[in-house]
C-alpha cells in the first residue's frame, strides 16, 4: 500500500534505503537524488477511460484539421472580404492545436508513470577562509591603486566620473524637436478650426444639408485651404446616411441630419480612403485593406489599422451651410502621430 492510499506499485530509483549515503568527490558539493516511480497501469478500467479521453481529444484535434482543409479550399476568400475564410482557418486551426495540445497533457497526466524526486542541496556559502580571502585581496586592490594617497588623483577621479552621465544627457537632444501641440491633431496641423465651413474639394463650394443624396460620400476640405500641409492632412469625408442607419450615439450626435464627417487619411500609413459600399457601410483603404465600419464610429472591422478614423464634429448655420464645430479632436493620418 502506497503513502496515498492507493495500491499502485512503485518502483524505487536513486539510493535504496540501505545503501550508504553518497561520498561527495573532492571539490563537489555534497549531494544525492533519491526517487518513486508510481505506475498508472494496474487500473484496466481508469488506463482504459484515459485512452478514450486522449483519443476523444486527438479525434477533435483530426476533426479540426480536416475542417481547417476544407476552409482553405472551399471557403472564398472574397466573401465578406475574407472574414468567414479567416474565422474559419483561425478557428479550426486553433481548436487543433488545443486538442492536440490537451491530448498530451492528459496523456502525460494519467498513463506516464509519474515520478517523485528528493535531491539535497548543498550549502552556497563558501568556507569562511575563502571569504576572508576575497575580502583581504579587494582591500588589497584598494590599497595598491593608492586612493587615499593621491589625494588630486581621487578628486579627478570623482570629478571625471560625475560629469560622465552629461554627454548621454546632451546626446537625448538629437532625438528631435518636443513635439508641442502637433499631438493634440488640432486645426493649425489640419487646417479644420472651429467654424471652418465646408466646401467641395474641386469646386471648393460651400456644402449645405441636402446637397448630398443618402448614401452619398463627397470630399470636403476646410474653406480658404491653401497650403501643402492643409491639402495633405485636412481630406474630410463627407457620408449622408438614411434615417436610423447611424449605430453610434456619438457619431449621431457629432453629425447632423444624417451628414458625418470622417477624416479621409487612413490610420494605418497615411493612404487616402476612397472606396466606400453605400450597403454595408463599410469604407474600404485600397493600400493594406483596412476596413473600416462608418455607421459605428469608423470602427476598424478588417486590416491592419490599428484606430478609428477621427471624426470632425460638424453642424449647420441658419442657412443650412455645414462647418465644423471644431478642429479634429485626435490625430489624423497613421497610428504614429503627426510631427512639423
Ligand atoms: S494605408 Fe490604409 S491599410 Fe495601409
Known sequence: MSGDGSDRPRRQVGRRPDEAPDVPQAGLPASHSEGVVEDHADD?????????????????????IIFFLYAYFGISIHDNLGQYSNYALG?????????????????????????????DRHDFHSPPEEEKLAEDTFLQGVEDMGLARFKILRR????????????????????????????????????????????????KLPVK??????????????????????????????????????????????????????SKICTHAGCPISLYEQQTHNLLCPCHQSTFDMAND????FGPAARPL???????????????????????????????
Open 44 to 64: 484496466p478500467r481508469e488506463v482504459q477511460f484515459s485512452e478514450i479521453q486522449v483519443a476523444a481529444l486527438f479525434g477533435v484535434g483530426i476533426v479540426a
Open 91 to 119: 478557428g479550426s486551426l486553433a481548436i487543433a492545436l488545443c486538442a492536440i495540445g490537451a491530448g498530451f497533457i492528459v496523456w502525460a497526466k494519467k498513463l506516464l508513470p509519474h515520478e517523485k524526486t528528493v535531491q
Open 156 to 203: 579627478t577621479l570623482l570629478g571625471a566620473l560625475a560629469l560622465f552621465p552629461l554627454p548621454i544627457v546632451v546626446l537625448l537632444r538629437d532625438l528631435g524637436p518636443l513635439p508641442g501641440r502637433s499631438l493634440e491633431g488640432d486645426g493649425e496641423i489640419t487646417g479644420w478650426k472651429a467654424g471652418s465651413r465646408l466646401v467641395d474639394l474641386d469646386t
Open 209 to 262: 444639408l441636402g446637397d448630398l443624396s443618402i448614401g452619398g460620400v463627397q470630399t470636403v476640405m476646410p474653406e480658404g485651404f491653401g497650403s501643402a500641409e492643409e491639402l495633405s492632412l485636412a481630406p474630410t469625408m463627407l457620408i449622408r446616411f438614411a434615417p436610423g442607419e447611424i449605430k453610434s450615439d456619438k457619431e449621431r450626435n457629432w453629425g447632423i441630419n444624417g451628414h458625418v464627417a470622417y
Open 298 to 301: 469608423a470602427k476598424v472591422i
Open 310 to 340: 477621427p471624426q470632425l464634429q460638424i453642424s449647420a448655420d441658419r442657412d443650412g451651410y455645414l462647418y465644423a464645430v471644431k478642429p479634429y479632436s485626435q490625430p489624423v493620418g497613421p497610428s504614429f502621430w503627426e510631427r512639423r
